[in-house]
């Protein structure tokens, strides 16, 4: 009578705490993974052949996205500027600025300027700007106000968490389309009251919430 449990039940308890220490081990390792910049990349800032400033380009000179990232409405890829587009101005503007001798260089030779690529979703996502721009998702929510900053750099974590937010509530995140480029852009009460909701409706925005809509 003296026991009940076979011998093997004194054992039990280590395996439950084994168990919760696993699961809290998990945990601990799952955070470290979604938290560190390798995974999130969020913080990135290489250092670029020019010292191409977006602050002074945009924010000052009062250029468009469009007029460099010509692509990133009519594609899935947004293009960054060729050494044309640059010499559009610098041709003449601060020619003789050392900053711009690797522009010359690439200018005479043909070849093209080496940027170093921020941004760059896993090959197993699929990812399509015009897609998104074209209906009413601006720049700002997935690269950050770029048009403040003096040396680009990535923003967002671009994590699937960070797609699925977005995609489960695009009215709170949509804006008119005409109002895409406009990175300072604040939605009107009536934006946020009626106006997005409608937008969502009339266009039957959808963004994909299944696996395949973007591991295709
Ligand atoms: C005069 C040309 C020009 C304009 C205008 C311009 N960009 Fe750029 N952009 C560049 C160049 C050149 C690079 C590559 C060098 C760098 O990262 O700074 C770049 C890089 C970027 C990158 C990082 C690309 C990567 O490697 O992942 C983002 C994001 C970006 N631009 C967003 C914008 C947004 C948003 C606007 C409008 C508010 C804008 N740019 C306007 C020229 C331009
Ligand atoms: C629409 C005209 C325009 C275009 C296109 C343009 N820039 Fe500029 N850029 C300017 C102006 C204006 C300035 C400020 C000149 C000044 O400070 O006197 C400037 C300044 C610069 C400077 C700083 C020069 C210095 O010595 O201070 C660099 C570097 C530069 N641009 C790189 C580029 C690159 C690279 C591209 C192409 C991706 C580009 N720019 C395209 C108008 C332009
Ligand atoms: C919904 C999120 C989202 C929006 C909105 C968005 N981007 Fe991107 N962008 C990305 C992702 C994700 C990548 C990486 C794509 C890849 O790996 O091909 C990227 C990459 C880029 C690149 C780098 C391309 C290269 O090959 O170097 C540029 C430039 C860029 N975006 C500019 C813009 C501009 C300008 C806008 C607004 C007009 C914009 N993006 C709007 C998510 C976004
Ligand atoms: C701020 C909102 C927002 C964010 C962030 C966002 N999306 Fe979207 N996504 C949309 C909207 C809006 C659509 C368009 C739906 C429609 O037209 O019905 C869309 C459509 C798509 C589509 C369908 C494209 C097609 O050709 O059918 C894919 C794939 C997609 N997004 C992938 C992504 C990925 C990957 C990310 C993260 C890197 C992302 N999205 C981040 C709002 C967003
Ligand atoms: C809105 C777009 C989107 C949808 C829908 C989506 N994913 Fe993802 N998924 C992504 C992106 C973006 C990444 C890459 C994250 C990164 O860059 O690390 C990713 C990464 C992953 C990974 C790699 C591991 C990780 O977390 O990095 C797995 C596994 C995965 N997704 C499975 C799924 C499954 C299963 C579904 C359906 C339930 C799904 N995804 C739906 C965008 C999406």
Redesign the pocket.
Known sequence: MSNIFPKVANKVPGWIMLGISLKVLAIVAAIYYYMTPSYTRAGYQPVQPVPFDHSLHVGQVGLDCRYCHSFVDRSEHSNVPSTNTCMNCHEVIQKDSPKLAPVWESHRSGEPIEWVKIHK?PDY????HS??VN????CV??HGNVDEMEVVWHD?S???A??????RN?EQ??RPVEDVYDLKWEPTQEWLETGAAEF?HN??????ESCS??H?
């Open positions: 979703t996502v699929y990812f399509n897609v998104h209906r009413g998702i601006s929510h997935c967002k671009l994590s699937m960070f797609c699925l937010e977005c995609h695009p995140f949509i969502v266009y039957k925005v959808l963004p994909p809509g973007c295709r």
